[in-house]
């Protein structure tokens, strides 16, 4: 079973920081994993990922701003969010992947969402 459990969210001046955290259990590592998100009226995106030699991407919008990174040694993976800005607002899903043993394709899952809301 797949369990991604975020938190860390809440609201926040502009200009502030948080630090969102994931507890992940049922997830295939080599998946590799990552943080989504999604504003009111808006397609859910992808913000940032981390691969299992550690690569990282970021979305162009928050790059130099926020840095994800994981503990393997708990199954954690962190989001951390500097520099926030109003159009930052939105619900963050941790995702993860389980990769099927004879396709070897990889399913998303997402957690439930925490909820960051930036005010100027």
């Known amino acids: 079973q797949v369990q991604l459990v975020e938190t860390g969210g809440g609201s926040v001046q502009a200009g502030g920081s948080l630090k969102l955290s994931c507890a992940a259990s049922g997830v295939t590592r080599s998946c590799g994993m990552g943080w989504y998100r999604q504003a009111p009226g808006k397609e859910r995106e992808l913000v940032a990922s981390?691969?299992?030699?550690?690569?990282?991407t970021y979305a162009d919008s928050v790059k130099g701003r926020f840095t994800i990174s994981q503990d393997n040694a708990n199954n954690t993976l962190y989001l951390q969010m500097n520099s926030l800005k109003t159009e930052d607002t939105a619900v963050y899903y941790c995702?993860?992947?389980?990769?099927?043993?004879?396709?070897?394709?990889?399913?998303?899952?997402w957690g439930q969402g925490t909820q960051v809301t930036v005010s100027s």
């Open positions: 995702a993860g992947g389980r990769r099927n043993p004879v396709y070897y394709v990889c399913l998303n899952y």
């Open positions: 981390i691969s299992t030699d550690g690569t990282t």
